[in-house]
Each structure stands twice: as C-alpha cells, then as structure tokens.
C-alpha cells in the first residue's frame, strides 16, 4: 500500500512563500496530476515527496510510514525529469537496468524486467544501442523505463513529455498511461499542460499561487469548476464569463436576457458557460461575430457579447461571417455561477 499523505506542508525560499499549506492524500495506485502555471509551486512540491527539497513546516507520509526525515533512497521512490536523464555512455539495456542492478538484482531477474519494460514503452529494438545515439523521443522513454523498470510504490514525473515534440508527446502519453494502469504504482505526475493532465489523471490538483484550489476527477473540474480561476484555467478555448444582475428570486438578468440561475441574495453573480456549450436558437444571448475559425471538426466564432469577447464552438457547417447578429442559447444545466466578490462557485 502506498497511499502518499501530505498534510501542512509550507514552504518559503528566503522571503518568498512558494508553498502554502499543502494538504493532499494521494491514493493508494491512484495517478494524481498536479497541474498549474509556471511557477506555481509543483516543483517544489514534487521535490520535497521525492526528498530533493525540505519542506518548512508539514510532513510527507507513504503507506503511513513518515517519509520527510528520510534521505531520497531510502523513501521507496522513482523519478522522472524533464531533462533525459540517461548515461549516454550505456547501452539502453543498462540504462533502463541501471537502478535493478544497484540493488543488485540477479542477472536473470534484471533481463526479465527490462525486456518486459523495453517491450512495453517500444524500445525493444533498442535494447543494444547507445544511450548517447537516441533522439530525444527515445531518450525519454529510456528514462521512464528505468523508473518503470524498479517496479516502485511511487513514482514522481516532472514534465517528463515536455521536451518532445506534439506528435510523440501524444503518443507517450497514451503509452505511459497504458504501463502505468497494468502497475500497481502510485504516481505523481507534474504539468502545465491541462490536456496532458486531462488524459493521464485519475484526479487532477489543481495548483495556484502556491496553493491547491481544487482536486477532482479531470470531467469534474471540467463541469464542476469551484473556483472563477479553475473554470477559465481549464478547457480550451476557456469558458465565458458574463455579469449577471439579480432580477427576483431565481432569475438573472445577462446581456439583457432573463435566465434562471440560483435562488441566492447576491445583487450581482458571473454567469459562466463553455464555448461548444451554446448553440444557435430564436433566444438567447445577443451576440455580435467578430472572428470565425474553421477548425475541422467545428466553428470557433468569437463573438462580442454585451460589449465582452465571448467565444462559440459550433457546427462547421454554418455559414457565419464576421458582422452577423447571432443568438446564442446556453445550455441550461451547463451553466455555473460565480461570486464575484470571492470567486468560489455558487450553486
Ligand atoms: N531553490 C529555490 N530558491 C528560490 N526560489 C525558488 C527555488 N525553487 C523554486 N523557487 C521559486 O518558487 C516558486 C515555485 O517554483 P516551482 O515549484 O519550480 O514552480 P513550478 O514547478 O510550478 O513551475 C517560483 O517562484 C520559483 O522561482
Ligand atoms: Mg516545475
């Protein structure tokens, strides 16, 4: 059992507070995702599980055992980076072998493991070749094999796909996702991309300023935002926002238009709806086409709506030019509400 429980844990550098009061449990073989902008603090965070940084004040504990007191070695823990970390000097056999053959696994054992972990990550064919003769793609999934190769409780990813071009980025992250759903390892995994986080997550924690806004399941924090920041940080193109003014119980005035919305005393809420949640009808949002992007599969519009962008996702079919009046009705049950005063959803 490794569950990873990460309870207070701050963090300054000098003046500066990069971690607040972290509180976390990641489940036992649960992939968990800390995604936020640069500098948020995922890093650090990272760093301190893996014992690579020390924490200010909390604690770290793995299948309740408390792990911040221990050096690296000894907290049961793999890591991938950024950067490839391979010895150029090695064959990709011994890269991907390296850490079994530090704790000295037999050599039969030591084969078994990297041929079904070559296999596994596709550089099976790779086995005899010079680590330092790779592109950059296979270097990379020389590193993750070697992690994935220890078979660990856990394991810690630090923007590990980042470096590599859109295509193979992709398709390592079906792959990593493929290895690591047959393991029973516990994975954090760091990124600022939300469509990696998206893909890979079992839950995502969402990461601001130093601190954790939300921590949900990919689909619910695309539905369930619980915070103003959350809904325009996730999905892409970000959700719209509007000014909703109270209009008596249970109705809001936006744009001009009468909708319904939370029976609340607030005088004045965000109304917030996703892009491919509108569609065009004889009611709803009076919007003005300023941009329209053919993309494939369907129609990005940006519109202008009560003087404020507002972007449409809709069919590729229509014909819409810039300048045409569009009425745009927002699905009902996908609309949420945010308190403009603290931001948090209203319901
Ligand atoms: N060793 C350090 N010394 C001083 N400041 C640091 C150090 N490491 C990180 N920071 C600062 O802490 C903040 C969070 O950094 P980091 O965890 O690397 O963010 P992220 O990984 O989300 O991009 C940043 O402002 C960064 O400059
Ligand atoms: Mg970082």
Not at 155 to 160: A, G, N, Q, R
Not at 173 to 192: D, F, M, P
């Amino acid at each position: 059992m490794a569950e990873i429980f990460i309870k207070n844990v701050a963090k300054t550098f000098g003046t500066y507070q990069a971690l607040h009061d972290i509180n976390l449990t990641i489940e036992d073989q649960e992939f968990m995702v800390l995604l936020g902008a640069s500098g948020c603090g995922k890093s650090t965070l990272l760093r301190i599980v893996a014992g690579l940084e020390t924490q200010t004040t909390g604690g770290v504990w793995i299948g309740g055992r408390r792990i911040d007191n221990l050096p690296p070695r000894d907290r049961g823990i793999a890591m991938v980076f950024q950067n490839y970390a391979v010895f150029p000097h090695l064959t990709v056999f011994e890269n991907v072998g390296f850490g079994l053959r530090m704790q000295k696994l037999p050599n039969d054992e030591v084969t078994k493991r990297v041929t079904r972990i070559a296999r596994l990550m596709h550089i099976d064919q790779l086995l005899g070749r010079y680590s330092g003769e790779l592109s950059g793609g296979q270097r990379q999934r020389v590193a993750v094999s070697r992690a994935l190769a220890m078979e660990p409780d856990v394991i810690l990813m630090d923007e590990p796909l980042s470096n590599l071009d859109a295509l193979l980025r992709l398709e390592m992250r079906a792959e990593l996702k493929g290895v690591l759903a047959e393991s029973n390892t516990t994975a954090i995994y760091v990124t600022h991309d939300q469509v990696e986080a998206m893909s890979l997550a079992d839950r995502i924690s969402v990461m601001h300023q130093g601190k954790i806004v939300q921590v949900a399941t990919p689909i619910r924090l695309y539905r369930n935002p619980a915070t103003e920041f959350v809904a325009g940080f996730i999905g892409n193109p970000p959700m719209n926002f509007l000014s909703a003014q109270s209009a008596g119980i249970g109705k809001w005035l936006v744009a001009g238009e009468m909708l319904d919305g939370p029976s609340t005393s607030h005088a004045e809420l965000k109304f917030a709806i996703r892009p491919e949640d509108v569609q065009l009808a004889d009611a709803g949002l009076k919007a003005t086409a300023k941009i329209v992007e053919p993309l494939g599969a369907h129609l990005l519009v940006t519109c202008e709506v009560d003087g404020v962008m507002f972007r449409a996702v809709l069919d590729s079919d229509l014909t819409i030019r810039p300048g045409d009046q569009l009425i745009l009705a927002p699905q009902a049950d996908r609309v949420r509400w945010f308190d403009p005063k603290s931001t948090l959803a209203v319901h």
